[in-house]
């Protein structure tokens, strides 16, 4: 079932670097393989999403060094529109520097994400009205709940992945349909509170359902219906990196298929636990062949 979907937020090149252990402070780790990768919440969301079927756009803002070229090969081969992008040799491209843990797939992220935030003026040539669903991570917020705010009033669905703390929270969750987040954003959001309660007041600011991961702990959905719990799938991890972003990415095309919330959060669990088995933010991602198949071996 095609649908199309923007998405605006962060892009930056990961410099992926595979160690036996995580490194404690002040001590040194000899790196076992290294690599580059495109990565970025919405970035990854779109490139699955592309991989299912979608339609995908994607609003970022990168130089034309060689970061900035590295992007956009990578996010063409993925089949994620860049027609929109704001692309200047007057700002830095967006970087990160990824460890990541042979034993346990754990990953360390020390990020740069770019000299310049989209701005809001910056979406005036957008037509709204040529998308149905619109991906946001958060960053560049007063674009984001502008970006939100537009495609609300074209009719289309609004979701949001976020990651940390972001400025004006309020608004920017009024401003769309669903939130998804790792538990330890509620955590730092909410202290003391448990799931339900902390998710709920998301939902209290203006969202209709929250999604909480928290990795082999396990998946929750928070909506109208109570709240439903999906069970880490059993598997060997060997990359952690991007898993979120795979979830994301799952449960939107699960709410365009018009799927119930336990099917949902099954399918967005199984579509990370793949993505978990491989290196890589492209390489890794699960075709839908390969989801349904996964489920169908764990009934």
Known sequence: MPFSILGLGTVVVDHQVRLQLLPEPDTKAEVLSDCYQVGGPVPTSLALLSRFGAE????????????????????????????????SPAVRSGFAHVWVEEETGRRSIAAYRGSHLVESGELESVNWAAYQALHLDGWSTEAAIEAAQQMKAAGGRISVDL??????????????????????????????????KAGRRLIEMGASEVTVTNGDAGAWLIGVDGVKYQRAFSIQAVDTNGAGDVFSGAMIYGA????????????????????????????????????????LEEN
């Open 56 to 87: 995908t756009s994607f609003i970022g803002k990168w130089s034309t060094d060689e970061w900035g070229e590295m992007i956009e090969l990578d996010l063409s081969r993925s089949g994620v529109s860049t027609g929109s992008a704001l692309v």
């Open 163 to 196: 990651g940390s703390p972001k400025p004006n929270l309020e608004t920017l969750v009024g401003s769309v349909d669903w939130v998804n987040c790792p538990l330890r954003l509620l955590e730092t959001l909410y202290p003391g509170e448990n799931i339900e």
């Open 256 to 295: 365009f298929r018009e799927w119930g919330p336990e099917q949902r959060l099954r399918f967005a669990s199984a579509a990370a636990a793949l993505k978990c088995c491989a290196v890589g933010n492209r390489e890794a991602l699960p075709t839908l062949k390969q989801v349904e198949s996964f489920l």
